[in-house]
């Protein structure tokens, strides 16, 4: 079957010759590629060094002549709310074909692998026809990823055999930009925790509590110290100690790194809700299971708080202003705010 428009969606961090492949692919079945980078809007990670911008950039530089066919658009995550990711995936579609002048009839397709275990997101648009493509091992990305970080910045062969020219270029001019250097130490840093647990009889798997503090319209935010998301913003939380509760440890956290002028029985008494996080790649530093607590309070003056422990700094954050930070957000602390306030 030939198709009008069809839809490719990847993470592309980066852009390597298996994305190629598929592209390549999809286009000797269609008039036009709708590509949609997902991931859009978030910080810089080593797991996600690329922005949606500088990643479009590589679908076009690979694309050459055949670029003026691709319509490419971001994506954002909504990592706890399925449906929410759907809608936005299906928004941007229709985008795509209205600034394409598409027919009403036009023949869209989803480019992917069926029986794959990372394309399941396929079954969620049965309204269009999925199209087999060449797999992009997501293995690759990460190794491209650790040549990257581990010193071999000038691009080692084992890189430049594994992304098409035009990319090779731009990952070969990655490290003389301004967020290299900090990915690098952020790269550093998960080797050698992940070493430090590397004697374990089994992988390990670490429990922390996040507190959601909202009063009067703002939600309380610590700005990172350390490794990893250094200079990030962050839900105040950390680890539960062997001899506490995660509610305890979120009141505990909470007053250690913003000495919040609350006490703990008058915040034990504003839990609003209470929800655990356990996407299996929410931390780059492994399997971490966390649980989050949203104390609620509608009105009053915002008590004084101020940085200490880990955080260097604090603030009391407008809540429309928080939900547009998420490009300044550690980890999944965004969508755990969006979980919790409905946005």
Same mark, same amino acid.
Request: hydrophobic share 50%.
């Given at each position: 079957?030939?198709?009008?428009?069809? =839809?490719?969606?990847?993470? #592309?961090?980066?852009?390597? @010759?298996?994305?190629?492949?598929?592209?390549?692919?999809?286009?000797?079945?269609?008039?036009?590629?709708?590509?949609?980078? %997902?991931?859009?809007?978030?910080?810089?990670?080593?797991?996600?060094?690329?922005?949606?911008?500088?990643?479009?950039?590589?679908?076009?530089?690979?694309?050459?002549?055949?670029?003026?066919?691709?319509?490419?658009?971001? +994506?954002?995550?909504?990592?706890?709310?399925?449906?929410? *990711?759907?809608?936005?995936?299906?928004?941007?579609?229709?985008?795509?074909?209205?600034?394409?002048?598409?027919? &009403? !009839?036009?023949? =869209?397709?989803? &480019?992917?692998?069926?029986?794959? %275990?990372? @394309? &399941?997101?396929? &079954?969620?648009?049965?309204? *269009?026809?999925?199209?087999?493509?060449?797999?992009?091992?997501?293995?690759? $990305?990460?190794?491209?990823?650790?040549?990257?970080?581990?010193?071999?910045?000038?691009?080692?062969?084992?890189?430049?055999?594994?992304?098409?020219?035009?990319? #090779?270029?731009?990952?070969? /001019?990655?490290?003389?930009?301004?967020?290299?250097?900090?990915?690098?130490? $952020?790269?550093?840093?998960?080797? /050698?925790?992940?070493?430090?647990?590397?004697?374990?009889?089994?992988?390990?798997?670490?429990?922390?509590?996040?507190?959601?503090?909202?009063?009067?319209?703002?939600?309380?935010?610590?700005?990172?110290?350390?490794?990893?998301?250094?200079?990030? *913003?962050?839900?105040?939380? %950390?680890?539960? !100690?062997?001899?506490?509760? /995660?509610?305890?440890?979120?009141?505990?956290?909470?007053?250690?790194?913003?000495?919040?002028?609350?006490?703990?029985?008058?915040?034990?008494?504003?839990?609003?809700?209470?929800? =655990?996080?356990?996407?299996?790649?929410?931390? +780059?530093?492994?399997?971490?299971?966390?649980?989050?607590?949203? #104390?609620?309070?509608?009105?009053? $003056?915002?008590?004084?708080?101020?940085?200490?422990?880990?955080?260097?700094?604090?603030? *009391?954050?407008?809540? @429309?202003?928080?939900?547009?930070?998420?490009?300044?957000? #550690?980890?999944?602390?965004?969508?755990?705010?969006?979980?919790?306030?409905?946005?």
């Amino acid at each position: 079957m030939r198709f009008d428009y069809l =839809v490719l969606i990847g993470r #592309f961090q980066p852009f390597h @010759n298996g994305h190629q492949a598929a592209l390549t692919h999809a286009l000797r079945l269609a008039d036009r590629l709708i590509v949609l980078i %997902g991931g859009a809007g978030q910080a810089r990670t080593v797991r996600s060094p690329w922005t949606a911008v500088e990643r479009a950039d590589m679908i076009r530089a690979a694309a050459g002549e055949d670029a003026g066919r691709l319509t490419i658009l971001p +994506l954002r995550d909504h990592l706890y709310n399925e449906t929410l *990711w759907v809608a936005e995936v299906q928004r941007r579609v229709a985008e795509a074909l209205a600034a394409g002048g598409a027919a &009403a !009839n036009a023949a =869209v397709g989803l &480019a992917g692998r069926n029986g794959d %275990g990372a @394309n &399941a997101y396929l &079954a969620a648009f049965p309204q *269009w026809p999925r199209v087999e493509v060449p797999a992009a091992d997501a293995l690759v $990305e990460a190794e491209i990823r650790s040549a990257l970080f581990s010193g071999a910045a000038g691009g080692p062969p084992t890189v430049k055999a594994l992304v098409p020219a035009p990319v #090779f270029e731009l990952l070969a /001019a990655f490290p003389a930009s301004p967020a290299y250097a900090g990915l690098a130490r $952020e790269d550093a840093f998960i080797r /050698a925790y992940r070493a430090s647990w590397a004697a374990a009889p089994y992988p390990p798997t670490f429990v922390t509590a996040d507190a959601v503090v909202i009063h009067s319209g703002h939600v309380l935010l610590v700005r990172r110290r350390g490794e990893p998301g250094r200079g990030l *913003w962050a839900l105040p939380g %950390g680890f539960v !100690n062997p001899d506490e509760t /995660a509610l305890d440890a979120a009141v505990r956290e909470l007053h250690e790194e913003t000495r919040l002028k609350i006490p703990p029985a008058v915040l034990r008494g504003a839990i609003k809700a209470r929800q =655990v996080f356990d996407r299996p790649d929410r931390s +780059l530093r492994g399997r971490t299971i966390t649980h989050a607590f949203h #104390f609620d309070f509608p009105a009053g $003056e915002l008590p004084p708080a101020r940085a200490g422990d880990d955080a260097d700094k604090v603030r *009391w954050t407008p809540v @429309n202003e928080a939900l547009l930070m998420e490009e300044q957000l #550690f980890e999944d602390h965004f969508h755990i705010l969006d979980y919790f306030l409905g946005a």
